[in-house]
């Protein structure tokens, strides 16, 4: 059974330029969250879907990040300009809707902006 | 907004002593979850616990639920090297979202 995949797994950039992360969720999963992990801010909730619809975006530090889910099986998270304070661990994850299940985390992208 | 924290920060002990983290609200959750996240990992889902007062255990790891729904503690009997890594708690607010906590970081001297 696949899980969660992320890709690119690391991503090394310069500040200024366009990234973007890639997350494939569990088949079936109708609800795909973005996290960003630091040492300093822990885990935050970027923000998260409900059957491709963004639920909550409350997360997203700025307009310089962008998020789409343009069907069930695929997301993506666009920095642009990136900053150096964007490096972080990002993982996306996946859940069924209703309450009663468990998120289930890729294995994230480890982002490092110079 | 909605506060989970988590004590204590960090916590190092010798193998074969227990270990627990404390997981307290600032709101009554409507469910809790707990998750662990080894060194280099990603957070891998352990349980949730739901009901008021509820007891969940799983091997040595032993998940509570207070009465008020506002606080979790997580204990582990006979602490082992494979317990190593950090766990969090994380509250339900609305929907899927949830709020976690900053997390407990366990290492175990052998």
């Known amino acids: 059974d696949a899980g969660v995949i992320q890709s690119p797994r690391h991503e090394v950039t310069e500040m200024g330029q366009e990234v973007t992360l890639r997350c494939k969720p569990i088949?079936?999963?109708?609800?795909l969250f973005w996290y960003r992990q630091t040492m300093m801010r822990g885990l935050e909730l970027l923000i998260y879907?409900?059957?491709?619809?963004?639920?909550?975006d409350s997360g997203m530090p700025e307009d310089r990040f962008s998020a789409k889910m343009p069907n069930a099986s695929f997301s993506t998270l666009k920095i642009q300009p990136s900053e150096p304070r964007d490096s972080a661990v990002y993982f996306c994850?996946?859940?069924?809707?209703?309450?009663?299940?468990?998120?289930?985390f890729g294995p994230g992208t480890r982002l490092t902006v110079t | 907004g909605q506060q989970v924290m988590q004590i204590p920060q960090y916590q190092h002990v010798q193998e074969g002593e227990d270990f627990t983290t404390y997981c307290n609200s600032s709101?009554?959750?409507?469910?809790i979850q707990w998750y662990k996240q080894r060194p280099g990992g990603h957070p891998v889902f352990l349980i949730q616990?739901?009901?008021?007062?509820e007891v969940k255990k799983q091997k040595r790891l032993t998940f509570q639920f207070g009465e008020a729904k506002k606080n979790s503690p997580l204990h582990i009997t006979a602490t082992q090297t494979t317990d190593v890594g950090t766990y969090f708690c994380?509250?339900?607010?609305?929907?899927?979202?949830?709020?976690f906590g900053a997390g407990t970081i366990l290492r175990v001297k052998s």
């Open positions: 994850a996946s859940s069924f809707t209703s309450g009663g299940f468990g998120q289930y």
């Open positions: 088949s079936g999963h109708n609800s």
């Open positions: 994380a509250g339900r607010v609305y929907g899927n979202k949830l709020v």
């Open positions: 879907f409900n059957n491709n619809v963004p639920i909550d």
């Open positions: 709101t009554t959750l409507s469910n």
């Open positions: 616990l739901v009901k008021s007062g």
